[in-house]
């Protein structure tokens, strides 16, 4: 299995940091441009979004989600 990647982002103007497998920041990053977002702006709106799921957690289950609405 492959490592972490770790990228750095702000949100609600704060720096802060998301390790996810690579897989995933690719989907995500499909995602954003689906979505007409950037990487940094769809991982904020996952975050309004998503309660009290940690926010690793809560990036996976929306690349899941997309990834599954792809195959059809």
């Known amino acids: 299995m ?3 990647a770790k ?3 702000s949100l609600a103007g704060h720096r802060t940091s ?3 497998e ?3 920041w690719r989907v995500l ?3 954003a441009a689906a ?3 950037s ?3 769809l991982v904020a709106a996952i975050d309004a979004e998503r309660g009290s799921s940690a926010l690793a957690s809560a990036c996976r289950l929306a690349a899941l989600a997309f ?3 792809q195959r059809g």
């Open 67 to 69: 990834a599954s609405e």
């Open 18 to 20: 998301l390790a996810l």
């Open 35 to 37: 979505r007409g977002l």
């Open 2 to 4: 492959t490592g972490l």
């Open 7 to 9: 990228r750095s982002l």
């Open 22 to 24: 690579p897989a995933f």
């Open 29 to 31: 990053e499909a995602l």
């Open 39 to 41: 990487l940094a702006g």
